[in-house]
């Protein structure tokens, strides 16, 4: 029970956590709350189902994708005129509605569904890695793949400076 | 007889070609000059070999070799196999054994040349082609030959390219043949078609044979006179002869090797081969002789007035290759593949000697400016000589018992009207040789002071002394009359051939005329050409207008040029402006280039570049996606 | 509680959505994807508490590893752009406007 409350009360963060990083004017802002969500939501997936997964979600997540965020930010080394003004408040209210639409939708979808109910316990690191190299090996093979290519297009892009 | 060695026959000269082209270049002459002729000389003592196998084995014995499956489609399956009996392994002889001297030859005439290299890579490929062509155990693998030695023929006479007449030349062989190659297809796929009609489909020649008795006679006669077409362009018969003479822009050792002695033989080959077909189409035999007795005449009326050395042996070549067809069509399928064995001996030598002749007069081709080269080119001389008796049918030269005997068929066969023109132009035959001879080697020179005749070296020699035994003896050897030991040979082969027993009586008359014929011939020539000078100008005065048709050769390429080069090249440049430009580009593509641009001129303002824009449409099409769901979901 | 965590997916995915399609810094918008990448994994650990197998989970790491990939790449496309156009205002990169 304790865990379920713990799970909801982690879940509202994340939200209100989501809500701030795509509001802040400054994009580091936006990166520390950004952050925050990430915390959240590796808590929820550590309490409810898989620490393991929780772990990865915060290493990978908060610990390099969002350094990654920050340096590049650094970089670029804005200053505050640079942030001028944002979107119209048209844009703003129709991107508001269709996303509402978009929850108002899924919620009307998944309320008449009815899972199965063999909840499992925790689901051990064993069994993730077993997944993944045995039914999903040509998958995890392809994502190595995917990652060499992009370590090498990244450096590509970053490298020189590019001639238009 | 099963055998895996057979191939090796293909292997040798595939070999040489290989290694001439890939390696040629970098080993250098001397190297070439070894692999070429090496190569064709392994092949032929194979050949020998395999001959020897045959000996053993039978009048209907053969020996194959079944090298991989070529084409396997639905219930077609074609193999490709070569056999080895008594027909293919005969005209494997005199190809690879013609071809080696040529070879030889070759060395001694093209050395120096810039393209030493590749001149012996195209031969050693002709080689292997021709091979292909003779040994194939069906007509598809036949045509695959047919049109390799087609393509080494294109290659060598245009072989010195950069001078365009010949580059030219080169051309006209390769789109004359391609018309005769069409029939020949036809032909095949007749065949194809005919016998999966009756059993199941096969151009095989030994599974050919069982079925041909079972088609309509209507489709044996057009399978047969398609093929014909084929071997029509080949061996330069009447209508489609005009590529030869112009084919002898090619180096000489190739106009004797492909365009005398072997490649343009391959129609006749094709006949023989193809003779249980013949003989079940009476008509297209009948069609065969008459285009060979026409084709023999006119190209020896031609031969009469020719003034350039090549030009009067390939029409004499034309002429002679007419006789083998009448040889063939009458059914005397021994009697035409002697009398292309013998011929393979002498015109191959005489091109050689005409070589020898171009070599020492430092490549002049004009009889007119030779004249006394007896004393200069002693050794060319008398090969020569001895090459114009067989050519001329002189008994005991070899081309006196071989057109004979197919002379002697005919008439006995009942065509006689066949014989007579046959005989008129063994006149004409004796006529022109000697008239070659004499303008060449007789009289006082006619050549500018410049131009020192010289012999030609050993290498070149030597080649042309082996065949010049060879015609001399290989006439009564292989085909004395009633002792034919190629009849003999044979005859497992030919079972359909005419049959003439007795009445040799008759054959030593007709023997005997033309004999009478042939001296005849050597007499006018002699008296005009040696005794009075003055005469052939006299005569040419006198019937101004049939000296002038001979002359330009009956404007046969002028008329083909403008009944069908001109029409073809005005309907298609008509094509070309009228239909091709004006509705097909200007009307089909440039419509629809235009509605695509129009289409595309109003599609990309939907394309703002903003990627937010395009962020809103993905989200829109979320919505709508889920909106379907719970639509579906609610009904 | 598998309701509810498919909720919370949703209300994140929406303010991903939001995020990306009004936002003008491209780090923002970036940051955005990262959001609404999250939220599928939240679907996916539902989905495997739920049906009680491991696959979800290796679904996670997959999506995370792809998630880690696209932001190499699109901050070094974006630092590239940058020093080319001079802004990171992603409305104003638009050259590919037909």
Known sequence: ?164 | MEDAMLRLILLFPLAGFLFNAFLGKRAGERVVSWVGPASIFFSFATGVYFMSQLAGLGEHGYIRDVIFTWIASGEVSIPFSIVFDHLSGWMVLVVTGVGFLIHVYSIGYMHGDKGYYRYFAYLNLFVFMMLVLVLGSNLLLMFLGWEGVGLCSYLLIGFWFTEEERARAGMKAFIVNRIGDLGFILGIATLLWGSAVVSHPTVEFSQLQAVVPRLPEWVVLAATLLLFVGATGKSAQIPLYVWLPDAMAGPTPVSALIHAATMVTAGVYMVARMNFAYSAAPLAMDVVAGVGVATAFFAATMGLVATDIKKVLAYSTVSQLGYMFVGVGVGAYAGGMFHLTTHAFFKALLFLGAGSVIHGMSGEQDIRKMGGLKDKMPWTYRVFLIEGLALAGIPPFAGFFSKDEILFKAFASGHKLIWAVGIAAAFMTAFYTFRLIFLVFYNTPRYDESVHPHESPPVMIIPMAILAVLSFIGGFVLGFPHHSLIEAFMEGVFRHGVEIHGASGLEMGLMFLSTIVAVAGWAVAYRMYVVDTTLPEKIAQRFKAAYALLFNRYWVDEIYDTLFVKTYLGISDGIMRYIVDDVIIEGFLNTAARTSLGTGRQLRKLQTGDVQAYGFAMLAGVLLVLAYIVWRWAT | MFGELIILSAVLFAVGAVGFLTRRNAFVVLMSLELMLNAANVVFVAASKQWGGPEGLASVLIVIAIAAAEAAVALAALLALFRVVGTEKIDEWRALRG
Not at chain 1, 120 to 144: K, N
């Open chain 1, 1 to 164: 029970m304790i865990v379920e409350w713990v799970i909801r009360a982690l879940g509202i963060i994340a939200v209100l956590s989501a809500l701030v990083a795509i509001t802040r004017r400054n994009p580091i802002y936006s990166a520390v709350f950004l952050g925050l969500n990430f915390l959240c939501l590796g808590g929820i997936f550590t309490f409810y189902v898989s620490p393991f997964v929780g772990a990865v979600q915060i290493i990978v997540y908060a610990g390099a994708i969002l350094v990654l965020f920050v340096l590049a930010i650094m970089i670029l080394n804005l200053r505050d005129e640079d942030l001028g003004p944002s979107r119209r408040t048209v844009v703003k209210f129709f991107a508001v509605i269709a996303a509402i639409g978009v929850v108002w939708l899924i919620i009307t979808i998944t309320a008449g569904f009815v899972p199965p109910g063999r909840e499992a316990g925790t689901i051990s690191a064993a069994q993730v890695g077993r997944a993944l190299l045995e039914a999903h090996v040509v998958a995890f093979e392809v994502i190595s793949v995917l990652l060499i290519t992009a370590v090498v297009g990244a450096v590509v892009l970053a490298k020189k400076r590019m001639e238009v």
